[in-house]
């Protein structure tokens, strides 16, 4: 199955296995990042600091295998399609934002959170509206 696209720029038309590879990419981003606070800055951030950086983490995880689940549901292609950026631009944004409220203490960076949320919450509607696919999709 071929997942598609007309506009171009980040949106860009992209195949099932570019999908896949960008979910498992992200999948072992959350593992190393995990791994990272357990043993590599545990003692280096403030208790406050360290539960941010969890937090980003969990949705970073959770939201990685939301998008791996969105690719490989039998619904119309397109509705999958729009999920995905979804969750893919909420892990960049609100888990990032995050990790960067973390590793700098800025946090300045939390006003870009609510819009990784907003893409989170947008993604989970999208597969909630979403259909199953014609056989002509197929």
Same mark, same amino acid.
């Given at each position: 199955m071929r997942l598609k696209a007309a506009a171009s720029g980040f949106f860009i038309a992209m195949d099932k296995l570019l999908w896949i590879r960008l979910t498992a990419? $992200?999948?072992?981003?959350?593992?190393?990042?995990? /791994?990272? /606070?357990?043993?590599?800055?545990?003692?280096?951030?403030?208790?406050?600091?360290?539960?941010?950086?969890?937090? /980003?983490?969990?949705?970073?995880?959770i939201h990685t295998l939301a998008l791996l689940a969105a690719l490989n549901l039998?619904?119309?292609? $397109?509705?999958?399609l729009w999920a995905a950026r979804c969750f893919m631009l909420g892990i960049v944004l609100f888990s990032g934002s995050l990790y960067l409220i973390a590793f700098t203490g800025i946090g300045m960076f939390g006003m870009i959170t609510p819009l990784g949320g907003t893409a989170f919450i947008a993604g989970w509607l999208l597969l909630f509206t979403a259909h199953k696919q014609s056989d002509a999709e197929n």
């Open positions: 990419l $992200s999948g072992a981003l959350a593992v190393v990042l995990g /791994a990272f /606070a357990a043993h590599g800055i545990k003692d280096q951030l403030t208790p406050q600091l360290m539960e941010t950086y969890q937090t /980003a983490v969990r949705y970073h995880f039998p619904l119309q292609t $397109s509705s999958l």
